[in-house]
């Protein structure tokens, strides 16, 4: 068995605000000899990480694992889903180098809704009442003999844009519509799935998996609405916080028995390991709890919340499930509440400017008294000419807070992010609303950004 080297030289695959709290997260290690970053990555990573010059696209696999053979790469940590669903996992793999992440067959319970509808129902894991369509008439037809409140899913990866949740038959023809006549997601849509509207809370649930063992992390919630009190349209994550009041003991052993252990095994009866993060989209129904959808990778603004709240080196974590022995790495969780609130730019979710200096980052992290702690994480921001970041996308910064309940982590990200100053910037005061007494879910605290 290959073992943990002392230096351990690190690939971070991804460039966006998940991949900042990793790296940041990875830097704590004492196992980490150099870390590679990639060259496009936000301005919080790279000042961080090395760039790594080797190029990313599938055709350039043959180049980049030359690369990670002459710099010694023992370790390539893969954040998002779209090179996951590309194979990059089966592509990177080699003698004393592991990759974190699933291969490709695993990743598919993320990049095709079809298929792990497929996988829950024969693995009765409790999910909403669903059906895989490819053809528009016949999808059609079973909308309109249903006549209830439905959702229609485009099968494949659709960067959080392939719902739509529909009151009845006339906006689910709609939806079959814009997926499979007008294409509006391409060959993601040329499949949907329909299934029931549910009703509850929702959780989010990560484990690591090293294809034997799980590790259930403390959940999390995030708030997906652009408006205040979930308004407007959905963005990729407008803030999240960990752990969550709502998961009870009882909950979470019904998410890890029903859910979690029979999905690895029914993958693995059909041949598929599962390695790396299995993320389960929760919702809390009166029926229990049931899966809207399986992601297999960390989620984002969530591991802006997990990192700073997880105890353990993370080099070795994320090495030991790569390889199968995730039971002999240590894993504990900081008693105090961590939540995120995503700093965003005027228009998002859609269309902004960029290239506006930002301010304030410093003084934001100097927020909070003692036993707290503020981390600013970059999402969508670029290195500026004068040193100082620029906005470079719609979500652009995540302010974490650590504090000794919700209430006051929420406070304390809010206060911290209303210090950051960049044109257009906004963000929603009342991340954690729906856990936190009526009273307080509200409150605003800091003052407007300009
Ligand atoms: P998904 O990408 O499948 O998680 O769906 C995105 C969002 O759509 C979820 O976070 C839910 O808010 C909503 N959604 C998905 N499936 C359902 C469902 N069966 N019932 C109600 N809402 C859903
Ligand atoms: N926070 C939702 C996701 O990462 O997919």
Request: contains cysteine; aromatic residues 6%.
């Amino acid at each position: 068995m290959t073992t943990l080297p002392d230096r351990c030289n690190v690939l971070l695959i991804g460039t966006g605000g998940r991949e900042h709290a990793l790296a940041w997260k990875l830097v704590q290690s004492r196992r980490l000899g150099t870390l590679w970053v990639q060259p496009d990555a936000n301005a919080g990573i790279l000042a961080l990480g090395t760039p790594c010059p080797a190029p990313f696209t599938p055709r350039e696999r043959f180049f980049l694992n030359s690369w990670l053979d002459r710099n010694d790469v023992h370790l390539v940590v893969v954040g998002p889903e779209v090179p996951l669903a590309e194979g990059i996992v089966d592509d990177l793999q080699a003698p004393g180098r592991r990759v974190f992440g699933p291969v490709k067959d695993a990743a598919r319970l993320e990049f095709d809704k079809a298929f792990a509808k497929q996988v829950m129902r024969q693995a009765n894991v409790p999910t909403a009442d669903g059906r895989s369509f490819s053809n528009l008439e016949q999808a059609k037809a079973y909308v309109q003999a249903r006549d209830v409140p439905m959702v229609v899913k485009a099968a494949g990866l659709c960067a959080g844009k392939g719902v739509t949740v529909c009151d009845d038959a006339a906006q689910a023809v709609a939806a079959l519509d814009t997926c499979m006549r007008s294409r509006a997601f391409g060959d993601a849509g040329t499949t949907v799935v329909i299934e029931e509207r549910l009703v509850g809370q929702e959780m989010s649930v990560l484990a690591l998996v090293d294809g034997r063992t799980i590790t259930v992390l403390d959940p999390c919630q995030d708030h997906k609405q652009v408006g205040e009190g979930d308004t407007g349209p959905n963005t990729g994550g407008m803030g999240s916080y960990c752990p969550t009041p709502l998961a009870t003991e009882g909950i979470m052993e019904s998410i890890g028995r029903d859910v979690l252990v029979p999905t690895v095994d029914a993958l693995r009866r059909d041949g598929i390991e599962f390695r790396g993060v299995l993320y389960a989209g929760m919702m809390l129904t009166p029926g229990g709890p049931k899966v809207l959808e399986f992601n297999t990778r960390f989620g984002d603004p969530e591991t802006q919340s997990i990192m700073p709240r997880l105890q353990g080196d993370l080099v070795e974590i994320l090495w030991r499930t790569a390889g199968g022995e995730l039971d002999a790495a240590e894993i504990d969780f900081d008693p105090r509440a961590a939540c995120c609130v995503v700093v965003c730019s005027a228009g998002y979710p859609g269309a902004v400017t960029t290239g506006h200096a930002i301010h304030g980052i410093e003084d934001a992290e100097r927020c909070g008294r003692a036993g707290e702690q503020v981390i600013v994480f970059h999402a969508g921001t670029a290195p500026g000419a004068d040193g100082r970041p620029v906005t470079a996308g719609g979500r652009v910064l995540g302010v974490t807070a650590l504090a000794d309940s919700l209430q006051r982590a929420r406070d304390l990200a809010t206060e911290a992010a209303g210090r950051i100053r960049f044109t257009g910037a906004f963000f929603r005061r009342d991340i954690g609303h729906r856990v936190l007494p009526a009273a307080a879910a509200g409150r605003a605290v800091g003052a407007p950004n300009a």
